[in-house]
């Protein structure tokens, strides 16, 4: 158990749909990144929030949004959903002065 | 940019054998590399990590050596066991110390071990 959590582990909507992943980071990590997994692309990283402030950004789509709330648990919002954002979604969250990132269990996203 | 090359899988292995997946990288400077391995079903939980060239990272019987010359983070282990069957991932930070920034993950490579 990393100590990371998410909610919910899986997820099943439909095309056009809006959903809100969470995750709650490690106690005392101020860093939560999130990631997708699919079969084609691969893990790619989508974006990156440090004590409430948006760090970095990755292959994220405009349809998808995330925040980092004053007790530090996130949420990743994907909106229109499309076929294709059918997919695993990590969050992970490390240390403020170290680069190992500890991975959430996953949420499975599956749109119909 | 960043990048991290694996070898391609499945890589399928009889118990007991020896065990090499191959992983070489392309950044600038001097980033952080991993290892990271994903069981069926659960997320993905760190193996081993080397900081600097010709640090040696080892866990659970697997080993890795940051070779700087080469650009190779080599995962070893010298006997496999059928727990050991998993996706592994080879990745790096950019930086390394101080602040986090994301990580570039190769494609995977499935471990098959059978009895």
């Known amino acids: 158990d990393s100590g990371v959590t998410q909610t919910p582990k899986h997820l099943i909507t439909a095309t056009g749909q809006r959903v809100t992943l969470r995750c709650s980071p490690r106690?005392?990590?101020?860093?939560v990144y999130w990631y997708q997994q699919s079969l084609d692309q691969g893990l790619q990283f989508l974006i990156q929030?440090?004590?409430?402030?948006?760090?970095a950004k990755g292959n994220i789509l405009e349809r998808f949004s995330a925040q980092q709330f004053p007790d530090l648990h996130s949420e990743l919002n994907l909106s229109s959903l499309e076929l294709g954002d059918s997919a695993l979604y990590f969050c992970?969250?490390?240390?403020?002065?170290?680069?190992?990132?500890?991975f959430g269990p996953g949420t499975r996203l599956t749109v119909l | 940019g960043n990048s991290v090359t694996q070898m391609e899988g499945p890589v399928t292995l009889s118990e007991e054998a020896f065990l090499t997946i191959n992983c070489t990288y392309t950044?600038?400077?001097?980033?952080?590399l991993f290892w990271y391995v994903q069981y069926p079903g659960e997320g993905l939980q760190l193996l081993l990590k080397?900081?600097?060239?010709?640090d040696k990272g080892s866990n659970k019987g697997f080993e890795a050596t940051y070779r700087k010359e080469t650009t190779s983070f080599h995962l070893e282990k010298g006997s496999v066991q059928v727990s050991d069957s998993a996706v592994y991932f080879c990745?790096?930070?950019?930086?390394?110390?101080?602040?986090?920034?994301?990580?570039?993950f190769g494609s995977g490579t499935q471990l098959t071990v059978l009895p």
């Open positions: 992970a969250s490390s240390p403020q002065a170290y680069n190992e990132q500890f």
């Open positions: 106690s005392g990590d101020l860093s």
């Open positions: 929030y440090y004590n409430g402030e948006e760090r």
């Open positions: 950044a600038t400077g001097y980033p952080s």
């Open positions: 080397a900081t600097k060239a010709d």
């Open positions: 990745a790096l930070n950019p930086l390394s110390s101080g602040s986090a920034r994301q990580l570039t």
